[in-house]
């Protein structure tokens, strides 16, 4: 069967750029006398990639890839769109693990930014300041190659994502958040400077200080004001260990209650949180937490209840604090309410721990089930209505339905970490849910999947649940509007301001909406 799955993905493909071959034509001819001319690509293999992304359900065919070798090379490309009569669009591809096509460019250049990875000639675009704390970082790095460099200094990143295979720049282009959030706030939040070519062209460095308008804009932007090419992000003392803890609720009041106690409390550095449904394994890709014995205690109590909560916690600690730190677990554990002898620990290296994700993807892409369509629907609910999400969402739609098999993440962020002069859009509520519902389907049925995200969508609306969609996927105007709610004015003149010809990222379907 991988055989065969890994046969009609790439047959598909081949289908897909078959038909929509790309044309030079597209682009002014003036382009073959620009310095670049020789770094972009035409041919399938470029075109392919460029035109795919992780999500595997939308596929939008550029005209050239650009391989730079330099950041001029970049400067160049978008100066000479903005002297043409009809500019072309340009879209900074990170890693391409986009769910909709965010870093597609229908007929314009994509930027493939890991190219730039080769090509430093001192070191490997990640400088770490020891006496600063904090790294000097290339937009196209990958925060795995982020978290090996910082390590070698005894220092990390304090805020990371589930997942380390996607670039500094992918990320910070949204916001990039794990259970570490709460306390540090998102990626965005733990930047001091960027590097950016704007929409104009125009090499810029800002932060706080120096062009805010720019900082602000960029980050959490979405590809749209301009393409980061370097990010300063703050470090601290990196941790040896975690003890990692997961507990198990069958009550969403008591367990949501729960989350909400821990984030109040010191001393905890991560906290997440995930469902387990009756007709699914307990063990999913993304975590193969519990031992075949627990498992079997688990399916039992699933058949009693249907749904069942996982509340994930992590303390770190080194040499110094190994000594106390299973008293501290304890203590954290102390008034918590899940069910009396289900709650599992495991002891964990700090780089295995954040690279927890990576042993799924291994094994998902042994069996040809990583490149299939993923239509995931990642939400931010305000926790006054959590309970009513779960009542709506949960259990009425996705456990009576039976469709998805994904992991179903579920827990708490703080407003107070984020800031709002930012782009990116959380809902107004000092605590809210990050939901993420990370359905794989199949060539066959990722549409079945895409139908129960909207019913999601138009359960929040009928029932007045004033969610914000993360990772934002809409198809016209008025719903992009209505996403940034009273940020849209300023999102749109900051536009005007660093990319008045609305080049950069059309795969958001803002500006250049159809
Ligand atoms: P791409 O998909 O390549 O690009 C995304 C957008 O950013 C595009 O609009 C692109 O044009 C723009 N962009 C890319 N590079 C730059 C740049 N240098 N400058 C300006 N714009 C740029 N997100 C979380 O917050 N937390 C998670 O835990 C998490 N886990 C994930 C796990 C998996 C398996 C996957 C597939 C995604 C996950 N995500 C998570 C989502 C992820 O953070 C975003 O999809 C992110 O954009 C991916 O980074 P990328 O490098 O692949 O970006």
Same mark, same amino acid.
């Given at each position: 069967?991988?055989?065969?799955?890994?046969?009609?993905?790439?047959?598909?493909?081949?289908?897909?750029?078959?038909?929509?071959?790309?044309?030079?034509?597209?682009?002014?001819?003036?382009?073959?006398?620009?310095?670049?001319?020789?770094?972009?690509?035409?041919?399938?293999?470029?075109?392919?990639?460029?035109?795919?992304?992780?999500?595997?359900?939308?596929?939008?065919?550029?005209?050239?890839?650009?391989?730079?070798?330099?950041?001029?090379?970049?400067?160049?490309?978008?100066?000479?769109?903005?002297?043409?009569?009809?500019?072309?669009?340009?879209?900074?591809?990170?890693?391409?693990?986009?769910?909709?096509?965010?870093?597609?460019?229908?007929?314009?250049?994509?930027?493939?930014?890991?190219?730039?990875?080769?090509?430093?000639?001192?070191?490997?675009?990640?400088?770490?300041?020891?006496?600063?704390? &904090? *790294?000097?970082? %290339? !937009?196209?790095? $990958?925060?795995?190659?982020?978290?090996? /460099?910082?390590?070698?200094?005894?220092? +990390? =990143?304090?805020?990371?994502?589930?997942?380390?295979?996607?670039?500094?720049?992918?990320?910070?282009?949204?916001?990039?958040?794990?259970?570490?959030?709460?306390?540090?706030?998102?990626?965005?939040?733990?930047?001091?400077?960027?590097?950016?070519?704007?929409?104009?062209?125009?090499?810029?460095?800002?932060?706080?200080?120096?062009?805010?308008?720019?900082? &602000? *804009?960029?980050? %959490? !932007?979405?590809? $749209?004001?301009?393409?980061?090419?370097? /990010?300063?992000?703050?470090?601290?003392? +990196? =941790?040896?260990?975690?003890?990692?803890?997961?507990?198990?609720?069958?009550?969403?009041?008591?367990?949501?209650?729960?989350?909400?106690?821990?984030?109040?409390?010191?001393?905890?550095?991560?906290?997440?949180?995930?469902?387990?449904?009756?007709?699914?394994?307990?063990?999913?890709?993304?975590?193969?937490?519990?031992?075949?014995?627990?498992?079997?205690?688990?399916?039992?109590?699933?058949?009693?209840?249907?749904?069942?909560?996982?509340?994930?916690?992590?303390?770190?600690?080194?040499?110094?604090?190994?000594?106390?730190?299973?008293?501290?677990?304890?203590?954290?554990?102390?008034?918590?309410?899940?069910?009396?002898?289900?709650?599992?620990?495991?002891?964990?290296?700090?780089?295995?721990?954040?690279?927890?994700?990576?042993?799924?993807?291994?094994?998902?892409?042994?069996?040809?089930?990583?490149?299939?369509?993923?239509?995931?629907?990642?939400?931010?609910?305000?926790?006054?209505?959590?309970?009513?999400?779960?009542?709506?969402?949960?259990?009425?739609?996705?456990?009576?339905?039976?469709?998805?098999?994904?992991?179903?993440?579920?827990?708490?962020?703080?407003?107070?970490?984020?800031?709002?002069?930012?782009?990116?859009?959380?809902?107004?509520?000092?605590?809210?849910?990050?939901?993420?519902?990370?359905?794989?389907?199949?060539?066959?049925?990722?549409?079945?999947?895409?139908?129960?995200?909207?019913?999601?969508?138009?359960?929040?609306?009928?029932?007045?649940?004033?969610?914000?969609?993360?990772?934002?996927?809409?198809?016209?105007?008025?719903?992009?509007?209505?996403?940034?709610?009273?940020?849209?004015?300023?999102?749109?003149?900051?536009?005007?301001?660093?990319?008045?010809?609305?080049?950069?990222?059309?795969?958001?379907?803002?500006?250049?909406?159809?």
């Amino acid at each position: 069967p991988a055989h065969f799955i890994v046969f009609f993905v790439v047959s598909r493909l081949m289908s897909i750029i078959g038909n929509l071959r790309p044309s030079k034509n597209s682009l002014p001819c003036e382009i073959d006398s620009l310095g670049v001319h020789a770094k972009l690509r035409y041919d399938l293999d470029a075109i392919g990639l460029a035109s795919t992304d992780y999500g595997n359900i939308v596929h939008e065919i550029p005209s050239a890839v650009l391989y730079p070798t330099s950041i001029d090379d970049i400067i160049e490309l978008i100066k000479f769109s903005n002297e043409c009569p009809l500019p072309f669009n340009v879209a900074a591809r990170g890693h391409g693990h986009s769910v909709r096509g965010q870093a597609m460019a229908h007929d314009g250049v994509v930027v493939n930014m890991l190219s730039l990875k080769k090509h430093y000639k001192n070191g490997n675009g990640i400088r770490v300041s020891t006496s600063g704390n &904090y *790294a000097d970082v %290339g !937009g196209e790095q $990958l925060w795995i190659d982020v978290l090996n /460099a910082t390590l070698e200094h005894g220092l +990390a =990143p304090l805020s990371w994502t589930d997942y380390l295979y996607l670039t500094v720049g992918g990320t910070l282009s949204n916001a990039g958040f794990s259970g570490q959030t709460f306390l540090y706030g998102p990626q965005i939040s733990n930047v001091l400077e960027l590097d950016v070519i704007t929409g104009k062209g125009d090499f810029m460095t800002c932060s706080k200080d120096q062009n805010s308008e720019l900082f &602000y *804009a960029v980050l %959490g !932007g979405l590809g $749209l004001f301009g393409i980061i090419t370097r /990010a300063r992000i703050v470090l601290a003392k +990196a =941790p040896k260990r975690v003890k990692w803890v997961r507990m198990i609720y069958s009550d969403f009041s008591i367990f949501t209650r729960d989350q909400e106690h821990l984030i109040s409390t010191k001393g905890l550095e991560y906290l997440e949180g995930s469902l387990l449904m009756d007709y699914t394994p307990a063990n999913n890709w993304r975590s193969s937490f519990f031992s075949p014995s627990n498992e079997s205690q688990i399916i039992s109590l699933l058949k009693k209840h249907g749904i069942l909560y996982c509340l994930d916690m992590v303390k770190y600690y080194d040499d110094e604090t190994a000594n106390s730190v299973d008293k501290d677990v304890q203590m954290l554990q102390e008034g918590l309410n899940f069910i009396p002898g289900f709650t599992f620990m495991r002891d964990e290296t700090y780089v295995d721990f954040l690279n927890r994700v990576r042993c799924g993807e291994i094994t998902l892409k042994s069996k040809g089930l990583w490149d299939v369509p993923n239509p995931w629907l990642n939400l931010l609910v305000p926790k006054s209505r959590i309970l009513d999400f779960n009542a709506g969402v949960f259990v009425d739609i996705i456990h009576r339905q039976k469709k998805t098999t994904g992991p179903l993440l579920v827990f708490p962020l703080t407003k107070i970490v984020w800031d709002d002069k930012m782009s990116a859009v959380v809902p107004d509520e000092d605590i809210f849910y990050s939901v993420g519902l990370l359905h794989s389907g199949s060539f066959n049925d990722w549409q079945d999947l895409d139908n129960q995200n909207n019913e999601i969508l138009e359960f929040c609306d009928r029932a007045g649940i004033k969610m914000k969609q993360y990772l934002p996927h809409y198809k016209s105007k008025e719903e992009w509007i209505k996403h940034f709610g009273p940020k849209w004015n300023t999102f749109q003149e900051r536009k005007a301001q660093f990319d008045p010809r609305m080049i950069l990222s059309p795969g958001q379907n803002i500006f250049n909406y159809v």
